[in-house]
């Protein structure tokens, strides 16, 4: 297995250099080819157990001061995302999730990430049967607490985050909450804290002619927070989004404001007719705003059934393609459709040269234009 790094060295000059290196910080685009093979591949274990409301976005999972509270620092900044099939078999879903997590364990890494809806069918119909309970932010795990005892996917990733001692981005699974289903993540710290708990802001309400028609609003609804949390000294300040959340600049952009987050990370399920258009163009566009570390994680590729062979729940083909970005938006770390796990160390300095670099951040024009923060303009 090969481990990525993704250090970087600052080059500014007055002309351009000419500069024989794979730096995305020079002035010489690295080669594609040798970029998206920088990927570390794990073959699978085979397993075999058995309407939108107008809302304003408010800051309800973050502390308003200028930094979030501390949490445990790490041996090393590398991170792990977790590539793997989905299916209408819940329990072999947890065991999928179980196994891949010993497996970035074992290669040590000390942040994961989930793709989106992984312990459930990605289809609108499905999410009540696969909905669980949710603990609220701040909540401490502990193995016989009985708030999450009938919620065995929440269970699993705290688990998962206390035995190997590891930051968790739990992707995202249905919530159901006062009557209400939403898509919701879960951030929990290797000491088993829920540190970060985002529900997905934007829902994916698309219909492309000749394409893809979904309609999460069927079911979802929206949530209303801004999600960011601290992964200690290691990793500094992570924001969090889900898939179509990274369609809108300005969520990314008021995070980063507030909390000058290294990373952001979007568990997303992008499909065959946006994944292959828009979801890397995205990531890059996110990294390179913000100037930071950008990270997706997608469930793995199944193909369509055979005609008699349909499951109870309407197919969904996730484009797959789990990615790193790095601040200046090249690829560092990323996979194919199939199932994978992406391993990368992140070089966290090259976020602060980037923005000392190119300091975009002390050159708004507040004057000319202003990111309002959940606040109505008065006109």
Not at 50 to 76: G, Q
Not at 130 to 145: F, G, I, K
Not at 163 to 189: A, R, V
Not at 250 to 259: D, F, H, P, V
């Amino acid at each position: 297995m090969r481990i990525v790094s993704s250090k970087l060295a600052l080059f500014l000059a007055t002309t351009p250099t000419r500069i024989q290196s794979t730096s995305a910080f020079t002035f010489r685009r690295s080669i594609s080819s040798h970029i998206r093979k920088s990927s570390s591949r794990i073959d699978p274990t085979p397993l075999n157990p058995r309407k939108i409301s107008t809302r304003t976005i408010t800051n309800i999972n973050m502390d308003m001061s200028s930094s979030l509270s501390p949490n445990e620092a790490t041996e090393n900044t590398r991170v792990a995302l977790l590539q793997f099939k989905v299916t209408e078999d819940k329990l072999y879903n947890h065991a999928t999730a179980s196994s891949y997590l010993l497996k970035a364990h074992e290669k040590g890494a000390s942040l994961a990430v989930l793709p989106e809806i992984w312990n459930s069918p990605y289809a609108t119909t499905a999410f009540a049967e696969y909905a669980e309970s949710l603990p609220d932010v701040n909540y401490q795990y502990t193995a016989d607490c009985s708030i999450i005892q009938d919620s065995p996917s929440v269970k699993l990733l705290f688990d998962a985050a206390t035995k190997y001692k590891m930051y968790i981005i739990g992707g995202s699974i249905p919530e159901l909450h006062d009557g209400q289903i939403y898509n919701t993540c879960l951030c929990i710290s290797p000491s088993g804290k829920l540190i970060g708990k985002h529900r997905k802001v934007h829902l994916f309400d698309i219909d492309v002619p000749g394409g893809i028609r979904f309609m999460e609003s069927d079911t979802l609804a929206p949530g209303n927070t801004l999600t960011a949390f601290s992964a200690g000294e290691s990793f500094g300040n992570v924001g969090v989004g889900i898939c179509y959340d990274i369609r809108f600049p300005e969520y990314a952009l008021l995070l980063n404001k507030r909390y000058k987050c290294n990373l952001i990370v979007y568990p997303g399920a992008f499909n065959m007719t946006t994944g292959p258009a828009h979801w890397e163009l995205l990531q890059k566009a996110r990294a390179v705003d913000n100037q930071c570390f950008v990270l997706t994680a997608s469930p793995a590729r199944t193909e369509e059934p055979k005609e008699g062979e349909e499951g109870k729940y309407k197919h969904y083909t996730a484009w797959g393609h789990s990615t790193v970005i790095n601040p200046w938006g090249e690829v560092v770390g990323t996979c194919g459709s199939e199932e994978d796990i992406v391993l990368v160390d992140l070089e966290l300095g090259d976020v602060s040269k980037m923005r000392q670099g190119i300091p975009t951040a002390n050159q708004k024009r507040d004057d000319v234009y202003q990111l309002l923060d959940g606040k109505k303009r008065e006109d």
